[in-house]
């Protein structure tokens, strides 16, 4: 997904960069602490998947959208100050 | 629009032989006098090229947002594609950009810039809002 040198992006891949722009927009409301936690798990797991997942699995796509803007909206909730995963063999887990 | 007809009744009268061909000229002069007015204010508003602190301080910004060597030439016209940014990379510079000058880059704009300079003229224009 993050392979486009020019600026012709795909609707989906729209949708992909802003749900990023929204993480890392929620990440900034955080305690630095918590803040630098949240950037890299985020980071770390927009660039994995756009590097393992194939362009053209649409609905594999949509799949992760969906699920990430729940989690946004849970990172949103100010209560939630920081953000750890763990790997569980091989399967990775987000936990608050 | 009373000036409007006035000039163009004069120029139709310095150019007589051709009355058919004055009369069409005289028009579009017209036409484009009363556009060149309407633009000019709102052209000097905003195409003002950044200034070059603003380009230096994106510049230092994106070098370090891409983990760049001190001897990798950056300048207003580099593409941010030229120097191994993908749609991610430049989600990240843009965010940072906001944060450093304390502007909001709306979602269509952000995924519009493809150079350095682009990037700093943006930031001006929105400083200047």
């Known amino acids: 997904m993050g392979s486009t040198g020019g600026q012709k992006l795909s609707g989906l891949q729209k949708h992909v960069l802003n749900l990023y722009r929204g993480f890392l927009r929620a990440a900034r409301t955080k305690p630095p602490e918590g803040r630098r936690q949240v950037e890299l798990i985020v980071s770390e797991e927009f660039r994995r998947n756009s590097k393992q997942i194939d362009r053209k699995n649409f609905v594999y796509i949509e799949y992760l959208l969906r699920r990430g803007k729940k989690q946004l909206d849970q990172i949103k909730n100010s209560d939630i100050v920081s953000l750890s995963s763990m790997k569980v063999g091989g399967a990775e887990n987000k936990d608050t | ?129």
């Open chain 2, 1 to 129: 629009m009373a000036s409007l007809t006035s000039s163009s009744v004069s120029f139709k009268c310095a150019v007589l032989p051709s009355s058919f061909n004055s009369k069409n000229h005289g028009l579009k002069s017209s036409v484009s006098f009363w556009r060149a007015n309407q633009v000019k204010p709102r052209g000097l508003s905003i195409s003002c090229a950044a200034k070059p602190e603003t380009l230096e301080k994106v510049s230092s910004i994106v070098r370090e947002q891409l983990a760049m060597t001190k001897d990798a030439t950056v300048t207003g016209e580099t593409k941010f594609s030229e120097i191994g940014a993908d749609s991610l990379d430049t989600v990240e510079i843009v965010m940072k950009l906001e944060e450093e000058f304390g502007v909001t880059v709306e979602e269509e704009n952000a995924q519009t810039i493809t150079t350095i300079q682009e990037a700093a003229d943006m930031i001006e224009k929105l400083q200047n809002k």
